[in-house]
């Protein structure tokens, strides 16, 4: 008898229609990320395969003042078509109609709020990768409309779900010092969201919200960043330029723990996330907490403006 009733379970299971994939649209294909997302997202077969959704349309976009953007914006488009059979949409209202949700992934932090508000208009939750913005302005007018119309949304760099900045996170952290490649592109006012909103990110992986106070230490190859936050921790950035590897240092009450000497990235963990955000909508990162990290860069761009001066988070 236990043989037949497990064989019946396992029947009804499996006649139990499979939980359909959610389907999602990419606005903006000027950035490796979209290729990257693809392989994880519409390749079964890849060992690294997250199920639950996958890339169906995109729309290209492109910047055509910035180079990184016009360069790669059409080989990407055609790389999804051709590879990964995902339909090219005219414009996004098209494309927000043929999926559930959307990646906002345009390289150019300039461009987010416009492309960002049809897809809010079509009411379809929504990943914005980095940067969020290229202003602080923009970013808080993404966040309010997003609200105003009941859109579920968050933004990310995917250095914040790797392991080897997951593993220090510790309950006892009175610091942090973290380092990445900080290389300015001079189109984004807020220079930091460029690049070192990646070392950022994680140094706001690691310290959590809370920073009052920022000072920003200015050089042709590098940027220190300082954070003094309300409860007294010092958070610190430094970015280098050309580029520079990623790291972080965390002072606990009786040791320091650090990063190994060759840290392994990989998107998956951040994709994972994404998938469970389209299928909760629930955002793993709160939106008070992006927005404050918004705040810090925009507090180091016056502050470096200020000859280094230190600035109140606005």
């Known amino acids: 008898m236990p043989f037949v009733k497990t064989l019946v379970s396992f029947l009804f299971l499996a006649a139990l229609p499979a939980a359909a994939e959610i389907r999602l649209g990419i606005v903006g294909t000027d950035t490796s990320h979209v290729i990257a997302f693809a392989r994880l997202l519409n390749d079964p077969m890849s060992p690294d395969y997250v199920p639950g959704a996958r890339i169906v349309a995109a729309y290209k976009g492109g910047s055509k003042d910035l180079e990184s953007s016009i360069s790669r914006v059409d080989q990407y488009a055609d790389e999804l078509r051709t590879k990964w059979n995902v339909q090219l949409a005219p414009d996004i209202a098209s494309l927000c109609r043929r999926v559930d ?20 208009a079509a009411g379809k939750p929504m990943f914005i990768d980095k940067p969020l913005a290229a202003t602080l302005a923009d970013a808080r007018e993404i966040a309010r409309l997003a609200k105003e119309a009941g859109v579920p949304w968050w933004s990310s760099s995917s250095l914040r779900f790797n392991d080897f900045i997951t593993s220090l996170k ?3 952290t009175l610091g942090v010092i973290t380092w990445g490649p900080g290389p300015i592109e001079k189109t984004h006012p807020l220079e930091l969201s460029w690049y070192a909103i990646h070392p950022i990110e994680m140094l706001y992986t690691l310290m959590g919200p809370g920073c009052v106070e920022v000072t920003r230490t200015y050089t042709e190859g590098a940027d220190v960043i300082v954070g003094r936050w309300k409860d007294g921790r010092i958070g610190t950035v430094r970015a280098s330029r050309p580029y520079g590897t990623y790291g972080a240092a965390v002072f606990r009450t009786k040791e320091v723990s650090l990063t190994g000497p060759k840290p392994q990235f990989s998107y998956r963990p951040m994709v994972v996330e994404i998938v469970k955000f389209f299928e ?13 990290l918004f705040a810090f860069m925009d507090a180091a761009q016056r502050s470096k403006e200020a000859g280094g001066a230190p600035m109140k988070l606005q």
């Open 280 to 292: 909760t909508k629930e955002p793993p990162v709160p939106v008070e907490e992006t927005l404050e």
């Open 101 to 120: 949700g959307v990646l906002l992934t345009s390289v150019d932090g300039r461009v987010h709020l416009e492309q960002a508000k049809p897809i809010i």
């Open 170 to 172: 510790f309950s006892d």
